[in-house]
């Protein structure tokens, strides 16, 4: 291992490395010594360069793991950069169901998944790369989001989506797509109940980009223009949307995360979250909606909307429109 990684470093250039399946190499140890092996290739590469190789240097190099049961003491002891945050599927697949995980009741739910310091074991966001699906897609809970929403009416599988990618967009955490789940792709070799295996087609389904790419045919009901052309199209500008505010935003690279309003009365389930304060030049604020409760006429009151900045107007990013002044902090919300 350490002489791919070397030949990896050297020869490809590469800037950091996963380590799927800790358990399996079984020793702390070495894991530690891969990672340092890792940084000492790079401060070799750019003294070689004639660049000095300082503390930065080291924080350009990341080795996270793949372990599921989250051994704290990986990072603790330095021995991984960071950890895939098993975790955070687990609660948003939860939460977008209305479904609670972890122990915890619906708001907890969702705040453990937002801000991954809540839970004690990570205590930085570059420790924690997010997921609502990776390529272990077999078990309850694991499929790909459309296999596991295939019941529902399409429209309630779009928003679920949706709101599953606002989710790990804006949480805490590095972000990471499965190929095909950003148009909401299907699994399909799999039995009639929706199970996959390592012999049923885990490793051997490929993404169907025709499915996003295919001219406007009919959905399940025989409707014209219906998930199977359309629909997918409007998740994929929606994750699409989303991945531009990720990468463009300050706020959303910082660990700074405020719930400042939740609200569980007559059946809703709604949360709001502050992304990024301070130094950021503007926050994001995040109105979540995890019911099917729809506010009455034009308006949904949040009291604790911060002041706008003189000379600042705010937009709704995933419509696209400028919000009008006199309906800051109290907007529509839909289900």
């Known amino acids: 291992m350490l002489t791919y990684l070397t030949r990896w470093m050297r020869g490809f250039r590469v800037d950091g ?5 800790v ?3 079984a020793n702390w140890d070495f894991v530690q010594a891969f990672s340092e092996r890792g940084r000492a290739l790079l401060h070799e590469r750019w003294t070689n360069a004639g660049l000095d190789p300082n503390k930065e240097a080291d924080a350009r190099f990341l080795v996270v793991g793949e372990e599921l049961s989250l051994p704290p003491g990986l990072l603790r002891e330095h021995r991984l950069d960071g950890l895939w945050n098993e975790d955070f599927q687990t609660r948003i697949r939860a939460a977008i169901l209305g479904q609670t995980a972890g122990g915890d009741d619906f708001e907890w739910t969702v705040r453990k998944a937002i801000d991954c310091r809540l839970g004690g074991l990570f205590t930085d966001g570059a420790q924690a790369v997010n997921y609502i699906t990776k390529h272990d897609v077999e078990g309850f809970r694991h499929e790909r989001l459309f296999t596991m929403l295939r019941g529902m009416p399409d429209e309630q599988i779009e928003k679920r989506i ?3 990618f606002v989710c790990l967009l804006t949480a805490v ?5 499965l190929a095909g789940e950003e148009f909401a792709d299907d699994h399909d070799t799999f039995d009639k109940d929706g199970h996959v295996t390592q012999s049923s087609g885990k490793q051997v389904d490929p993404v169907n980009f025709g499915r996003l790419t295919a001219a406007p045919s009919t959905d ?3 409707n014209p223009d219906g998930f199977f052309g359309p629909l997918r199209r409007r998740i994929f500008a929606y994750v699409k949307d989303l991945i531009a505010l990720r990468t463009s935003l300050p706020a959303l690279a910082v660990n ?3 719930f400042i309003w939740s609200d569980f009365g007559d059946g809703k389930r709604v ?3 502050r992304r990024g304060e301070g130094a950021t030049p503007a926050p994001v604020i995040v109105v979540a909606n995890f019911s099917d409760f729809q506010s009455a006429g034009p308006e949904y009151v949040i009291p604790t909307w911060p002041a706008t900045p003189p000379g600042r107007t705010w937009v709704e990013l995933t419509q696209h429109r400028e919000v009008d002044p006199r309906f800051v902090g109290r907007d529509a919300v839909f289900p």
């Open 220 to 222: 399940r009901e025989g």
């Open 23 to 25: 358990e399996n190499v």
């Open 256 to 258: 700074d995360t405020d």
């Open 17 to 21: 490395i996963r380590l799927d399946s």
């Open 271 to 273: 949360l709001v979250w």
């Open 162 to 164: 949706k709101l599953a």
């Open 173 to 177: 955490g590095i972000p990471m797509l």
